[in-house]
Nanobody, 115 residues
Framework: QVQLVESGGGLVQAGGSLTLYCTAS????????IRWYRQAPGKQREFVAS???????NYAESAKGRFTISRDNVKNTMYLDMNMLKPEDTAVYYC?????????WGQGTQVTVSS
């Protein structure tokens, strides 16, 4: 059973930083891709960042230059380093991964950025 669990969310002032963690119940080396999404209240879930098996990364325009996605295959953990946070970054952040053409999602972790 594949499970993803996010952590690291919290309250931070604008301009501050947070690191989000997503721990998988399986070896994340097997994942074809790992992604972070976020969803603010009343809004659609949106893509934030991704990393593939070869280490290629992609970022939403809103995340470029501020967020960094990475993974540690030994710890079965993926990360989202967030810097220079803005109030508009406030959302529930979800990790997502695909394995053998199946998608898996975590429960999400709340990030709140105050002005």
């Amino acid at each position: 059973q594949v499970q993803l669990v996010e952590s690291g969310g919290g309250l931070v002032q604008a301009g501050g930083s947070l690191t989000l963690y997503c721990t998988a119940s399986v070896n994340i080396f097997e994942f074809n891709g790992i992604r972070w999404y976020r969803q603010a209240p009343g809004k659609q879930r949106e893509f934030v960042a991704s990393i593939n098996v070869g280490g290629k990364t992609n970022y939403a325009e809103s995340a470029k230059g501020r967020f960094t996605i990475s993974r540690d295959n030994v710890k079965n953990t993926m990360y989202l380093d967030m810097n220079m946070l803005k109030p508009e970054d406030t959302a529930v952040y979800y990790c997502n991964a695909d394995l053998l053409s199946r998608d898996y999602w975590g429960q999400g972790t709340q990030v709140t950025v105050s002005s």
